[in-house]
């Protein structure tokens, strides 16, 4: 379904980017720091999983405009590759403006903290832009059938999440030490994120 040569630079450029300090991880971090552990994991799978709604959107939606109006399939992905060109800019602008905080919540069953992850992610407008332009970058016109090609990827995507996600909330403690004593690591993510989103939507602008 997908080939090793679109598999593996999709899968690093999502590591990258998941890895990257912003409100999803630090939540989950935060979670763990506070809650522990359990309820860090819980939480974190919550939020990846929440993604499997986004990959939906995406396929229906950019499916639904190539059928309809070439034009308008353009349009969005010219407005798609100057989102994520403003996304790059904005992890540029402010980068290592990153301070992991312990969440301040009322106690909760890990079950709880999942489907509220779920939620969160899945109603969040800007997750859902960046799938819109994100995902179809990755599709393979030769290989046939880009709506299954898309839906591959949202799931990679998920699955890297999901493992990555688990692990911040299993070391919520340690990595939140470390990322506070240590402010130059989220300038470092920030700007190798905000290259990789200034890359991706140039490459969506000029793509045919």
């Known amino acids: 379904m997908l080939s090793p040569e679109q598999f593996f630079p999709f899968l690093l450029t999502a590591v990258v980017l998941t890895m990257t300090p912003g409100p999803d991880n630090l939540m989950v971090l935060g979670m763990g720091m506070a809650r522990g552990r359990k309820h860090g994991i819980a939480f974190g799978l919550g939020c990846a999983f929440g993604c499997l ?23 969005l992905k010219v407005a798609g590759g100057l989102y994520l060109i403003k996304l790059g800019w904005g992890a540029w602008r402010h980068a290592g403006a990153v ?14 903290l ?22 179809p970058q990755f599709v393979v016109p030769a290989h046939g059938d880009a709506p299954l090609q898309m839906a591959a ?11 990555l996600f688990g692990l911040l909330g299993w070391f919520a403690g340690a990595i939140g030490r470390w990322l506070n004593r240590r402010p130059r690591a989220g300038v470092v993510l920030d700007r190798v994120a905000g290259t990789v989103f200034i890359g991706l939507g140039l490459k969506l602008i000029v793509s045919r």
């Not at 709604?53 to 349009?75: K, M, N, Q, Y």
């Open 53 to 75: 709604s986004h990959t939906l959107l995406a396929v229906v939606g950019v499916s639904a405009l190539i059928a309809a109006s070439p034009t308008a399939f353009t349009v």
């Open 99 to 112: 301070d992991v905080a312990r969440v301040d919540t009322p106690r909760e069953t890990p079950l709880r």
């Open 114 to 135: 999942f489907f509220k992850g779920c939620i969160a992610n899945a109603i969040n407008p800007k997750v859902v832009l960046f799938f819109l332009s994100f995902l």
């Open 153 to 163: 990827l949202g799931v990679t995507f998920t699955l890297q999440a999901a493992v």
